[in-house]
C-alpha cells in the first residue's frame, strides 16, 4: 500500500466518521422506558440530567426509590453483524457505519434501504462529472457537525444536608471522552456532489474539516439548594387550619438552584484541522491538464510529557428548575466557558506538494500553549404532572453540533400498568415516535417500547423494539 | 502525476459513500484534440479519391494518441467489464464504397502494434451525395485491463473501397468525422 492509498483510507474512514458521527441528542436508548417516549426521561433525574442541570440534586425525586431497571439484549440475539474482513464480498462501508451507530442491543425492524452504492464519474479533457446517484443524500447541505461529551465511568456521591444546608454532589473521578467533528462545504463542491454539477476550470471546490478527540478525567462540586419563595399564609386558627396550611402550602411555587465547578485534566488531545482545494483551468485533464487538489492540514497534539503537559480547564455546570402546583419548568447548561489548554503541544503542518506529488511535513511549533474546545450543552425542560399517575413533558436539548426537540407523556392507567408514548424531532430535522407500556405487578416487572429512529447513514426511518426488567417494582398512584 | 491526490481523494470519497460499483465514462475524443495536437477533433478524415476497385488501406484516422484516465485508479479499483460507445458519420460527395475502422486499444503505444488491440471492425457504407452513419457499442473483452492505469493509447485506422461494378475511373470524395468516442468500464470497489 502506497502512502497515498493510506491517505485515502484515512480519508475514507473519515468521511465515513464525519457521516456516521455519535450526535448526542440522538443517542441510542437501550431502557425500553425511555424508548417508548422516544428518548424522553420523563423529568427522571438521571446521571447525565443533573450534570446539565444541577439543581436536580437538591430537587426530590417523583421516581419511587429502589426500583431498578435492567434493559435486555433482546436484539443481539438474532442481530447481523457486519463482516469487517475487507477481501469478503460482502464487506460494506456503510453496513459497518450503520452497525457502529446503531448497536442492535434493541430488536431492530424494518432495516433501511440497501444502498445502490453505484456511482458514475465522466471524464473529458475539460470536464469532471460525479454522478453519486443515491449517495448523493449522504452529502449535507449545511455544514456536519457531530459528537459531544462521553462519560465512561463516574466515582463520586451525593450528601444530602436537608433544606437548611443544601446538598453536595463530589465527583472524585470521571472518566470522559469528548469527540467534535465538523465539515463544511463549499456551495461549488455541494453542487457537483450533490446535482452532478460539472466541474469546470477556472472555480475553486473547497472543503474545511476539523476533528477532535480528547481523553482525561474530571473532579467536580456541585451544589444545589432549594431558595424559600414565600411562606404559607394560613393562620392557626379554625378547626381546619392544618388542612389548609397544606394546601397552601402545596400551591406554593418553590425554586431550586444548582452550580457545579469541574476540573478537567486531559491526557491526550488531537485536533486536526484540514483545509481541501480543487481547482484548475481548461483542460483540467490531458498531458496539459491543471486541474489538482491542494491540502493542507494543521495537527494539533496534547499529551502527557511524563508528569508534566496536563491538559487542564474549569467548567461550570448551571441549572435552575422550579415547580409551581402540577408545573415544573428546568434549565441548565453544562461546561460554560470550558476550553483545555495544553501547555506542551506540538502543532504540525500537512501540506502536499503536487508538483513532486508527495506530502510535505513540518513541525510548526513545539511545547507550546494549545486550546482545544469542549462543547457546552444546555437543556430547557416543562413537565406537567397530574398526581402520581399522569407526566407530561417537553424539552429541548442541544448538543455538539445539533438540537434534539422531545414531548412525551405517560399514564398510569392502573396502579400497575402504565402507557406511554412520545415524539422527538431528531438532529436530521426528522420526526419520531414511541410508545409503550410498564408493568409493576408481582414480583418483577416490565418495560416494553417501541419507536423509530433513523440511526443509519441513509437516514431512512426504522424501528426496534425493547424490552426492560424491572426489579423491586412499585405501583404508582394507589395500591 | 500532479493529479494522484485528487484522484486518491475522490475515490476515497465514492469507497467511502459506496459499497458497490464505480462506472467511469471517459469522453476518449475529446483527449485527441489535446493541446492543440489534432485537427477539428470531429473532423478526422477528408479521404482521397483511391482510383476505381483499389483499397487502400491503414489509413490513420487517428494516429497514435495518448488519453487520461483516473491517476492511481489501479490502487483502488478492479476493473470489471467495459464497452465502447462511437459514432462514425461519412459524407460521401463521389463515388460509392465503403469504409472499415478499425480502434485499437492498448495500456502503452506499442501495445498498438499488438493484434490483440483490434476492436470489432465497423462498417460504413459510402453513397454518392450522401451522408451516412455507424453507430453502435462494442464490448471490450479483455481489453478493459488497460483501464486499470493511469491512462490508455488509441488508434484508428480506416480502409477505404470503391465497390465493384462502378464505372472505370470513377472515384471516391467525401469526409469521414468521428462523432463519438466513449469508453464505459464499470470497475469494482477495492479500496479496503
Known sequence: MNGLHLLGRCFAIGVAWFVVGVPVAAAQDIDARTLGTAGSPLGRPTGDLRRVN??????????????????????????????????????????????????????????????SGDVTIRIALDELVIDLRDAKTLVPTEGFAAGGRHSLMTVGNTFDLGARYGTFRLDLFELFVIDDLSLEIDDALQRVLRDAEPVVGGRTYGLDARGVLQTGFTMGLAYAREIPLGRSSARATGDDWLDRYWETERDRPRLWVGAGLRRYFGVSAVDLRTRVDMKGQDPLFGNDGSFTTG???????????????????????????LRWRAWEVGAGVADLGAEMTW??????????????????????????????????????????????????????????????????????IRPWFAVRGGVVRDPRGLFQIGTGIGLRKGPVGFDLGIRTHARNVRGNRVGELGLSLVLNPIPRGGP | M???????????????????????????????NDAGA???????????????????????LIDDREFQLLDSIDDVTVVDEGELTYR??????????????????????????DGASILPDIDLPLLPDSTTTAAGTVDLGSLVEIFANDSAWVRIETDLRVDPGDVVGDSLAGTLWLRRLDVRVVADEDFF
Do not use: M
Request: glycine share 8%; net charge negative.
Open chain 1, 295 to 321: 491540502l493542507s492540514a494543521d495537527l494539533l497534539q496534547g499529551a502527557l510529557d511524563g508528569i508534566e503537559g496536563w491538559g487542564r480547564a474549569w467548567g461550570i455546570d448551571l441549572g435552575t428548575l
Open chain 2, 88 to 113: 462514425v458519420e461519412a459524407v460521401n460527395r463521389e463515388g460509392a464504397g465503403r469504409a472499415t475502422l478499425k480502434i485499437r486499444l492498448a495500456a502503452t503505444r506499442e501495445g498498438l502494434d
Open chain 1, 54 to 115: 444541577p439543581a436536580l440534586y437538591a430537587a426530590p425525586t417523583f421516581e419511587p426509590p429502589g426500583e431498578a431497571s435492567i434493559p435486555l439484549p433482546i436484539g443481539l440475539l438474532n442481530a447481523d453483524f457486519p463482516t469487517l474482513e475487507s477481501s469478503d464480498d460482502d464487506f460494506d462501508l456503510i453496513a459497518i457505519a450503520d452497525f457502529l451507530w446503531n448497536i442492535p442491543w434493541n430488536l431492530q425492524f424494518g432495516a433501511p434501504e440497501e444502498p
Open chain 2, 2 to 32: 500532479k493529479r494522484t491526490l485528487t484522484s486518491a481523494l475522490l475515490l476515497a470519497v465514492l469507497a467511502a459513500c459506496s459499497g458497490g460499483d464505480v462506472t467511469l465514462e471517459i469522453d476518449v475524443l475529446s483527449f485527441l
Open chain 1, 343 to 412: 501547555d506542551r503541544g506540538r502543532i504540525q503542518r500537512y501540506d502536499f506538494d503536487s508538483e513532486r506529488d508527495a506530502f510535505a511535513n513540518e513541525v510548526v511549533a513545539e511545547d507550546v500553549r494549545i486550546e482545544t474546545p469542549i462543547p457546552t450543552t444546555w437543556r430547557i425542560d416543562v413537565t406537567h404532572r397530574t398526581g402520581a399517575t399522569r407526566t407530561v413533558t417537553a424539552s429541548i436539548d442541544n448538543g455538539a453540533g445539533d438540537t434534539a426537540y422531545r414531548l412525551a407523556a405517560e399514564e398510569w
Open chain 2, 38 to 60: 489534432g485537427p477539428d477533433p470531429n473532423a478526422t478524415y477528408a479521404y482521397p479519391v483511391p482510383p476505381t476497385g483499389i483499397v487502400i488501406q491503414g489509413i490513420d
